[in-house]
């Protein structure tokens, strides 16, 4: 029998002689040109070295100006740096790094003083002060460090996750992807 119907030729099989993939194909760099603008890192955005970031948020100030009085009271933060108009909590979630910035360095505080207590008192049994020393350090050091471990988480984000336009006044960004960028050839 003729595979030819009214001079059309038809497919024996029911399935498309091409298939179609649902996937996104990857555009190679050079023959896509995208709109999205280049991240350039937040160190270099705020005209400061990264340690500096970092030493900002120690202090408890403000990571991306150095501005200070973000903390009302010891617990309560403002949601925005005053000076520069900076949102803290960029994400929903936010300070559960703070939370485990804050559990490590008073553990490590508290492995320190015991470990360095033990070797200075080896041959003889461990003073009992040690003990009270280590639960007083285990009390009061997530109390002690909290303003800082906000703060200081803070500066670690700013530095893994650029800033975005318009999140920090405009008057303390030193190169900005937006204004700064070179013109297209």
């Known amino acids: 029998m003729s595979n030819q119907r009214a001079g059309r030729e038809v497919n024996p099989n029911p399935l498309p002689r091409e ?7 990857a555009v190679h ?3 896509h040109r995208s709109s999205a603008r280049r991240e350039i890192p937040t160190a270099r ?3 400061v070295r990264p340690s500096r970031i970092l030493l900002r948020g120690l202090m408890a100030h403000c990571p991306a100006c ?11 933060m403002a949601n925005r740096c005053p000076t520069c108009t900076f949102r803290f909590e960029r ?3 936010h300070w559960i790094g703070s939370l485990a910035i804050n559990t490590v360095v008073v553990f490590g ?6 470990f360095s207590t033990v070797m200075v008192s080896y041959p003889n049994p461990t003073p009992w002060w040690l003990l009270w020393l280590v639960i007083a350090i285990g009390a009061l050091g997530p109390i002690l460090f909290f303003p800082p471990s906000r703060m200081l988480w803070t500066a670690i984000d700013i530095l893994l996750r650029p800033l975005l336009h318009g999140e920090v006044d405009p008057r303390y960004i030193a190169v900005d992807p937006y204004r ?5 050839t």
């Open 19 to 25: 298939r179609v993939s649902l996937r996104k194909t």
């Open 29 to 31: 760099p050079e023959h």
């Open 45 to 47: 955005q705020l005209g």
């Open 66 to 76: 150095g501005g200070r009085y973000i903390f009302k009271h010891w617990f309560m």
């Open 91 to 93: 994400v929903d979630g």
């Open 109 to 114: 505080a508290m492995l320190a003083v015991l």
């Open 180 to 184: 700064d960028r070179p013109p297209r």
